[in-house]
């Protein structure tokens, strides 16, 4: 079974704090995917990557960076966390074709 | 990627068949149905997709209409457990980065 997880399932943060949400993945998956899940608005592709070290921005990148060092791990940062980053937080990965495997979610908040 | 319609909810008794309709009209040669639930507070899970012919695995079969314009998901068995949104999405393979977009889905509620 393709097995992703998320460093947390829930994380309270202060505005400003600089935030760090993992996610690794362990069926040597090529590409790998940040989305937000609000409430009405669906998912939201943030960035995702193709390889290591290598990284595109999606929709809303704004206000994220990501690093990918390792083809299992592909981290999301908050550089200066604020509310409107208050969120659920989706991490997925897939070999290449279109079967997109999801983490558990982050549900971040942001005070 | 092509619009869907999905109705926003239905209720399903435990054990029996859920059949869970989509309305995709405007789909291309070259895009395939998808199938994902989500679970509450849990992430998207992947069921079964299909580009026209009918398809089955451990979790669910999905039927496609002969003119692809429509098609069902089935969950032969229906358990507490598959209590859950279901989205039906509707795409050409590996394009625009494969990215998925979900709209408002079918909330399934599966009544003892």
């Known amino acids: 079974d393709v097995k992703v997880t998320q460093s947390s399932r829930y994380l309270v943060k202060r505005t400003g704090e600089k935030v760090f949400l993992e996610c690794v993945q362990d069926?040597?998956?090529?590409?790998m995917f940040w989305y937000r899940q609000d409430p009405g608005l669906g998912l939201r592709l943030i960035y995702f990557?193709?390889?290591?070290?290598?990284?595109e921005k999606g929709d809303i990148p704004e206000g994220y960076s990501v690093s990918r060092e390792k083809k299992e791990r592909f981290s999301l940062i908050l550089e200066s966390a604020s509310t409107n980053q208050t969120s659920m937080y989706l991490c997925?990965?897939?070999?290449?074709?279109?079967?997109?495997?999801f983490g558990p979610g982050t549900r971040l908040t942001v005070l | 990627d092509a619009k869907t319609t999905q109705p926003p909810s239905m209720d399903c008794a435990e054990g029996r068949a859920a059949n869970l309709p989509c309305n995709h009209s405007?789909?291309?040669?070259?895009?395939?149905v998808y199938w994902y639930r989500q679970i509450h507070s849990q992430g998207p899970q992947y069921i079964i997709h299909?580009?026209?012919n009918n398809e089955t695995n451990e979790m669910a079969s999905l039927i496609i209409t002969e003119d692809r314009k429509s098609s069902t998901l089935i969950l032969p068995h229906a358990t507490l457990r598959d209590t859950a949104v279901y989205y039906c999405?509707?795409?050409?393979?590996?394009?625009?980065?494969?990215?998925?977009?979900f709209g408002g889905g079918t909330r399934v509620l599966v009544k003892p």
């Open positions: 997925a990965s897939t070999p290449g074709r279109d079967t997109q495997y």
């Open positions: 069926m040597d998956h090529e590409n």
């Open positions: 990557s193709y390889d290591v070290k290598m990284k």
């Open positions: 405007t789909i291309s040669g070259n895009e395939y």
């Open positions: 299909g580009l026209k």
């Open positions: 999405i509707v795409r050409v393979e590996g394009a625009a980065g494969n990215k998925l977009t």
